[in-house]
């Protein structure tokens, strides 16, 4: 294949000018180093790529860069053994669009180590509605079974269900054999999220927690990707010996529990870092992506599909909580 002169990419600067992003075009010398080089077909909106293309979050290490933590595409030209062209690929996390040049381009330059082949039993377009938040949902649930989470000790419950990571947390583990429970403030979309697999629905208002360091349990496990008072909340309310996967701060950073529910219960509190997942790891959550854990309702999941030309546009109503399952970004 051959590699087009020039290309378009959303490139993000932060200099003496001013923080400001849009389309640019470029040629293949201004792109990080990296052996594999695709012609990119998909890539997806995170809710840290909406911080990193309005500058209202440090997400970039350094500029200028090209925005975009998930891409996938076709080779066309590697010099690694590992790679063909023609083959379809896909990164997500991995220092894209913090550390080196992101998916939001026509073309993008990738390091062998973080490219990954596209598992059997998945399209290209599929591997990007999932993309980050995918695999971040599916590492909660590998990190959990891992600490040997079962379906039959109960119902887990998804916080924040209603957008990427929590939409697809509900459908993967209704996937799995797991009784999903949805906490979100978006009570329209309990429809939707029961569609997805949930069992039940709660509104956020209506969440009281209690304010012992124990209250009786409710659930199994949990995923939780809003933080601070959810996250504290949920700490005393799992049953004994339960997992709750932290892999998101919607609400903030801070935690305010006891040790109480950790040492009287059993119940461990695990972090779920995607970014920096090993390759080993990586490639086990793909596999089972592709195939046991796969979600039927991956086009009921992709609520939006934008180009390069509309992307700008999802970024502000995503900050402000508008956001709906996942929205695709078609690049070929």
Same mark, same amino acid.
Request: charged fraction near 20%; glycine fraction near 12%.
């Given at each position: ?119 059997? *039993?998945?399209? %290209? ?5 999932? /993309? $980050? @938040?995918?695999? +971040? ?5 590998? &990190? ?121 219960? *059993?119940?461990? %509190? ?5 970014? /920096? $997942? @090993?390759?080993? +790891? ?5 596999? &089972? ?44």
């Amino acid at each position: 294949m051959s590699i087009a002169s020039t290309f378009r990419a959303f490139r993000i600067h932060n200099d003496a000018q001013g923080y400001r992003a849009g389309l640019e075009t470029l040629t293949l010398d201004a792109l990080s180093p990296g052996e594999v080089v695709i012609k990119v077909a998909h890539s997806s909106v995170n809710y840290k790529d909406a911080l990193a293309g309005t500058g209202k979050g440090k997400i970039l290490r350094q500029y200028p860069m090209n925005g975009g933590i998930d891409v996938a595409g076709y080779v066309v030209a590697s010099t690694d053994h590992r790679f063909r062209e023609g083959d379809a690929v896909l990164c997500t996390g991995s220092g894209l669009s913090e550390t080196r040049d992101g998916g939001y381009s026509e073309y993008a330059r990738l390091p062998a180590q973080w490219t990954i082949p596209l598992p059997a *039993g998945m399209t %290209l377009r599929e591997s990007m509605i999932l /993309g $980050t @938040a995918g695999f +971040t949902a599916a590492l909660s649930l590998y &990190r959990m079974e891992q600490n040997e989470q079962r379906p039959d000790m109960g119902p887990v419950v998804v916080t924040g269900a209603s957008g990427g990571v929590g939409s697809l947390a509900i459908a993967i583990l209704a996937k799995a054999g797991y009784e999903a429970h949805a906490i979100t403030g978006k009570i329209d979309q309990f429809d939707w999220l029961i569609s997805l697999g949930a069992k039940q629905c709660i509104a956020r208002k209506e969440l009281y927690w209690g304010q012992r360091p124990l209250e009786t349990s409710r659930w199994a496990g949990a995923i939780d990707n809003v933080g601070s008072e959810m996250l504290a909340g949920l700490t005393r309310v799992i049953h004994p010996y339960g997992n709750i996967a932290s892999c998101g701060l919607a609400a903030g950073h801070d935690l305010a529990t006891t040790v109480m529910p950790f040492i009287i219960r *059993g119940v461990s %509190l695990l972090g779920i870092a995607s970014a /920096g $997942t @090993a390759r080993h +790891t990586r490639e086990r959550i793909w596999e &089972r992506l592709a195939g046991e854990w796969k979600p039927a309702q991956l086009d009921t999941i992709c609520t939006r599909e934008v180009t390069l030309d509309t992307l700008p546009e999802v970024f502000d109503g995503m900050l402000a909580g508008g956001s709906l399952g996942r929205t695709l970004v078609n690049i070929a």
